[in-house]
């Protein structure tokens, strides 16, 4: 794996909303293609904030974040914005969905937007590979329903399905399973570890539950990573 | 292509929102729209109230009055134009025909006209439209009556229908000519002008009906009646409108009354009848027209005859082009079509405003949408241009809806405003303006949509990937 580039390296990375008031100072961080990291993130410990350096939406105030060796700060905002699009697929912890979209246009909206992962498809339609995606992640009696009568647990697999479409490289998930019941909780998981192996997809799974942690490749802790003042 | 496809979707999901506020803004739209056409129609209606006649002439005083005295049949005329005067010009070389008019009577508030067949010949209104009998024939004898469609249908006046009429322009009641009756002969297709208002009988008529009323004025019966009428016995009469040479009929002592009245000569009722024909035979008689309208053989000869005509030596006369009198008397009353337009656009303003809360409304909740966009890699110009476009298609669908509803309504009540209210309004496409404010509808929404827009790039920015409940 080593040939490939690294899929997040943080370096020397502060960040603070106001100047002389840093909330996030992360020495090094280096998270490898194809790996499977748990990032603990209790509420307050600058997790938000995190996520939005590496997704490109927040620029740092000095260091380096890259995805898959760019670093997005140096890009213009629409590009990051496309770079994002393009190499990460994103799952947020609720309300995952477009309300008005069904549940095949949810999934195939990045595919839409963004021409490489339309490309990625191959021979494939666009509508082929939802529905492949949804059958893979057990939604096939679904794909007609409204988005808005899905159960969370639906929801949330619509939502990976969605950061699945088109192989992106990384797959940020945002505390997906914390509104799901232990038993939904860990087929979810379970499908979610499969589908990022199938499309070979860095996974950083980020959650308050530690004890979610001994499934993957490796744990990372936000609070021991950050040394901002107050943490 | 995909925001565009976003933009339907949403609102298709917001659906009463939706609709309420296409509603709102098609009402607005077709308010502004509506108002412009019947605008339009009315003035047209006006314009084409008088066509083909080159001249209007009358006593001396203004050009308005005139118009709106001989024409329209409002207000009351400056004076009088002597027979003689009449069959003076006439005659003149310049000229090719002449409609008399003569004033004064009604019958139930519509006015009477004296005249002869010229008028019928000659008078267009519109595009050359003729006056026709739609039902009986036009006037031959001097007891003969030919009414408007309006005056028949209100009256409910059918041929043969005896009719009695009035000396002044007040109802019914102290001075009726009811010793001279008058029968319908004929009921006049309608034509959306003042002639549906009006009764039409021969200048025969009017002098056997006026004959053999002692306290009339010397100057005889033609003398246009417009004032108010007095109670006899009142002790003040009115002031006569100025200019008017003499007193004012139906104020003069009660010996006015019928049937106080000197008996009339036992032959009056049965005294041969007169042809229309015959009227220019009139010469010898000394009465009175209210005014006359003429038509030149060269239209070009018309600015010599109206000048000539207004500075007659014999008798001070007015002379005016029917078309300037008319764009006078429009511009004189276009403030209330400005009015008009500021209301409508203030309504217009309250549909956009309206889009704008029902957009703005929506953001809040939609800010989760929002960050679920920006996840998947859309900019927050993509978010901002979703909101312009859903402003913008709702202006458009209001602004179609509106003019639809406008055009539906047209077909529905062109005829409803043409037999209450004598206003022809034609369907036409849509002109240049309609355009424009069309145009202008959807560019105001989409102005509108940045509002929104704006607000909701701020909060794409601020919540970044945050989804806030």
Redesign the interface.
């Known amino acids: 794996m080593s040939d490939r580039p690294l899929a997040i390296a943080i370096e020397d990375l502060v960040f603070g909303y106001r100047p002389g008031r840093e909330v996030l100072r992360v020495s090094a961080v280096s998270i490898a293609s194809g790996e499977r990291v748990f990032l603990h993130g209790p509420s307050g410990s600058g997790k938000t904030t995190l996520l939005g350096l590496i997704a490109g939406v927040l620029r740092p105030t000095a260091g380096h974040v890259r995805i898959l060796g760019r670093d997005l700060a140096t890009l213009p905002p629409s590009e990051s914005d496309g770079y994002r699009g393009t190499h990460i697929g994103y799952l947020f912890q609720l309300f995952n969905l477009i309300p008005y979209l069904s549940v095949l246009e949810n999934i195939a909206l990045p595919c839409r937007l963004h021409a490489v992962r339309r490309a990625r498809l191959g021979s494939r339609s666009i509508e082929e590979e939802a529905r492949r995606l949804a059958e893979r992640l057990e939604l096939g009696a679904f794909i007609d329903t409204a988005v808005t009568e899905l159960s969370v647990g639906q929801q949330q697999r619509v939502a990976a399905a969605r950061a699945l479409i088109g192989r992106p490289e990384l797959v940020i998930a945002d505390e997906p399973t914390s509104a799901l019941d232990t038993d939904l909780r860990d087929r979810f998981l379970e499908l979610l570890f499969e589908c990022c192996a199938e499309a070979e997809a860095t996974l950083l799974f980020v959650s308050h539950d530690l004890s979610l942690g001994a499934r993957f490749d490796r744990v990372l802790s936000l609070p021991t990573l950050n040394c901002a003042g107050g943490h | 292509m995909?925001t565009l496809q976003?933009a339907l979707?949403?609102l298709?999901?917001r659906r009463l929102t939706t609709i309420l506020t296409v509603l709102s803004i098609a009402l607005s739209v077709a308010l502004l729209v509506g108002v412009e056409t019947v605008r339009r129609g009315i003035r047209e209606s006006f314009a084409g109230t008088i066509r083909g006649t080159d001249l209007i002439v009358g006593a001396r005083g203004g050009s308005q009055q005139l118009l709106l005295s001989s024409i329209f049949g409002l207000g009351a005329p400056a004076g009088a134009v002597e027979w003689s005067t009449y069959q003076r010009w006439a005659r003149h070389p310049a000229v090719a025909w002449t409609i008399p008019i003569s004033l004064g009577d009604s019958y139930y508030g519509y006015r009477v006209v004296g005249t002869t067949s010229a008028f019928f010949e000659h008078y267009r209104y519109r595009n050359d439209g003729r006056v026709t009998a739609g039902e009986g024939r036009l006037l031959e004898r001097d007891t003969d009556v030919v009414v408007g469609i309006e005056v028949a249908t209100r009256r409910g006046l059918t041929l043969g229908s005896p009719v009695t009429l009035t000396h002044g322009l007040r109802g019914t009641g102290i001075s009726d000519h009811e010793e001279h009756p008058f029968t319908v002969v004929g009921i006049l297709s309608r034509t959306s002008t003042p002639v549906d208002r009006s009764v039409f009988i021969t200048l025969e008529g009017i002098e056997g009906m006026h004959e053999g009323m002692p306290a009339e004025s010397p100057d005889g019966w033609a003398q246009p009646r417009f004032a108010p009428l007095q109670r006899p016995g009142s002790s003040a009469p009115a002031a006569p409108p100025s200019g008017s040479p003499t007193v004012m009929p139906g104020a003069g002592p009660p010996s006015a009354l019928p049937g106080v009245a000197a008996p009339l000569p036992a032959d009056d009722h049965d005294h041969p009848p007169v042809t229309v024909a015959a009227a220019e035979d009139h010469a010898g008689h000394d009465h009175k027209l209210t005014a006359f309208l003429l038509g030149t053989k060269a239209r070009a000869a018309s600015l010599m005859l109206q000048r000539q005509m207004n500075t007659d030596r014999v008798e001070p006369l007015t002379a005016i082009l029917p078309a300037v009198a008319l764009t006078e008397l429009w511009h004189s009353i276009s403030y209330a079509e400005d009015g008009a337009r500021i209301i409508t656009g203030a309504v217009l303003l309250v549909g956009l405003l309206g889009m704008l809360v029902a957009l703005y409304s929506t953001l809040q909740e939609r800010r989760?949408?929002m960050?679920?966009?920006?996840?998947?890699?859309?900019?927050?110009?993509r978010i901002a241009a979703l909101l312009v476009l859903e402003s913008g298609l709702l202006a458009l669908v209001g602004a179609v809806v509106g003019v639809a509803l406008v055009y539906g309504l047209l077909v529905v009540g062109q005829g409803i405003a043409e037999t209450h209210f004598g206003v022809y309004i034609p369907i036409t496409a849509p002109k240049q303006l309609e355009w424009l404010y069309l145009g202008g509808v959807v560019v105001a929404g989409v102005l509108v949509g940045l509002i929104p827009a704006w607000r909701a790039y701020r909060n794409t920015l601020q919540d970044?990937?945050?989804?806030r409940?």
Do not use: K, V
């Open positions: 995909l976003l979707r949403s298709r999901n989760r949408e960050a679920i966009l920006r996840s998947l890699g859309a900019g927050p110009g970044g990937l945050t989804i409940l």
